[in-house]
T-cell receptor, first 114, second 113 residues
């Protein structure tokens, strides 16, 4: 079945460091790909998305490119801040445009220290 | 802007008790869903609804019931709570299929003793 694999955390970085969180997927058809972020004590929020191969999603300095050839959607940020400390979830929409289900990865906890 | 509102925020139950987790949204979204979040497991879909009067099962529906009598409300019922249902529960809504943006509530932390 469809699945998402994220790098295991936790990840601890110093402020202004470069961030990469790896995400690979297995899916039939042509899924849409997402990164959601969960700040402490809150629900998830959409961070960025890409709906077709080679699309780049970006928001708040974060970027991810939909790579069909490597089935990947790695999240990157050039300079992290303490306020980026959160849990990041990679997700995909299965079964094409009509599906109502998101398949999530297990999440990667990021801690940024001053 | 209220968005998606979940109540209660915390709940402790004894095995065998029943309860209802409430979820309401004020964005006129057709699609609503319930997920559970467990450590190391990510989020898993329990039930979802594509409109008033229409519900369907997700990945882990056993032990849970839902109904959708109005567009705004989508309650989740635990009929006979079990320790395996200890989890954090999130309600989410969107305008349409999951390829659109999901709006999440702030969650309900449930412990079953």
């Amino acid at each position: 079945g469809d699945s998402v694999t994220q790098m295991e955390g936790p990840v601890t970085l110093s402020e202004e460091a470069f961030l990469t969180i790896n995400c690979t997927y297995t899916a039939t058809g042509y899924p849409s790909l997402f990164w959601y972020v969960q700040y402490p004590g809150e629900g998830l929020q959409l961070l960025l998305k890409a709906t077709k191969a080679d699309d780049k999603g970006s928001n708040k300095g974060f970027e991810a490119t939909y790579r069909k050839e490597t089935t990947s959607f790695h999240l990157e940020k050039g300079s992290v801040q303490v306020s980026d400390s959160a849990v990041y979830f990679c997700a995909l929409n299965t079964l094409g445009a009509g599906s109502y289900q998101l398949t999530f990865g297990k999440g990667t906890k990021l801690s940024v220290i001053p | 802007n209220a968005g998606v509102t979940q109540t209660p925020k915390f709940q402790v139950l004894k095995t065998g008790q029943s309860m209802t987790l409430q979820c309401a949204q004020d964005m006129n979204h057709e699609y609503m869903s319930w997920y559970r979040q467990d450590p190391g497991m990510g989020l898993r879909l329990i039930h979802y609804s594509v409109g008033a009067g229409i519900t369907d099962q997700g990945e882990v529906p056993n032990g849970y019931n839902v109904s959708r009598s109005t567009t705004e409300d989508f309650p989740l019922r635990l009929l006979s709570a079990a320790p395996s249902q200890t989890s954090v529960y999130f309600c989410a809504s969107s305008y349409g299929p999951a390829k659109e943006k999901l709006f999440f509530g702030s969650g309900t932390q449930l412990s079953v003793l």
